[in-house]
């Protein structure tokens, strides 16, 4: 067995007190090199930073002038323009929630700024990018399988930015796509109905094809939802109420694709 001396013990401890030490130091100075980047830096020149990071479409740099400056200076001359603008960075740089929290606390901090219609536009436009996976990749009979918790989210912002702001030159871009999103969740709503038909639960796919009626009436999608409604009564054996669900759905669409004449073919009900 090895045996060191005191002395050697001693060289030993303050060779691995000295090495951690020089860890530790270098460590520190990262940390203070990053906090003082912009320590003493001047609020119009670190907004001119950040606007030149914008302007070279480096967003991930122009984020964190902007943060900087909010930050540094939240009550300053440029305050409520960079705030503004870090949403659009975050937008650009592909930072939907953060996109959208910052669009939610200029919307709270600055309710009658002029270009606060943009901020509830970035916003919807966010919603829209995280729920793109819904909307532009997955086969519709996927998307039932998904969460669109975010195409939700578009869809209320975007009708939010149009109610309070009919007149914003956003306004046009918003509503083509509403009436998009109108559509692909309604679709949803009765691609989960269908499946509950298709497992017996009547009722619940007669609640969906309900929500579907009242919630986006204007939706092309409002006629297979009444054809759900009334093969849905009909596995509830509610006949009455098949019946009268199937009128409204032969004066509206008498073409429907269920109907044959005053027959109705249910899609999974024998």
Not at 11 to 35: I, M, P, Q, R
Not at 220 to 237: C, I, K, P, R, S
Request: hydrophobic share 40%; charged share 30%.
């Amino acid at each position: 067995m090895r045996v060191f001396s005191a002395a050697n013990r001693f060289g030993v401890f303050a060779l691995s007190f000295a090495l951690l030490a020089g860890c530790a130091s270098n460590g520190n100075n990262d940390t203070a090199s990053d906090e003082d980047e912009y320590a003493g830096v001047a609020e119009r020149e670190l907004y001119e930073r950040a606007r030149d990071a914008l302007d070279a479409n480096r967003f991930n740099i122009a984020v964190e002038r902007l943060e900087a400056l909010d930050t540094r200076y939240p009550f300053g001359e440029h305050a409520e323009q960079a705030q503004l603008e870090l949403v659009y960075a975050y937008y650009e740089n592909g930072d939907w929630e953060e996109a959208r929290a910052a669009a939610s606390r200029f919307i709270r901090l600055h309710p009658d700024h002029p270009q606060v219609d943009y901020a509830y536009y970035l916003r919807g436009l966010s919603a829209w990018q995280a729920g793109r996976f819904s909307l532009e990749r997955l086969r519709l009979i996927d998307i039932s399988k998904r969460d669109l918790g975010a195409t939700r989210d578009a869809y209320s912002d975007f009708r939010e930015l149009i109610q309070r702001y009919p007149q914003s030159e956003y306004a046009p871009d918003a509503q083509q796509r509403i009436i998009y999103l109108r559509e692909l969740l309604a679709r949803h709503e009765l691609h989960v109905a269908d499946y509950y038909l298709r497992r017996g639960a009547y009722l619940a796919a007669v609640e969906r094809g309900r929500w579907v009626i009242e919630n986006y009436p204007e939706s092309n999608a409002t006629h297979d939802a009444l054809a759900t409604m009334v093969e849905g009564y009909q596995g509830l054996e509610m006949d009455d109420r098949a019946n009268e669900v199937l009128a409204v759905l032969r004066d509206n669409a008498p073409d429907h694709d269920q109907l044959d004449g005053n027959r109705f073919a249910p899609k999974h009900i024998d």
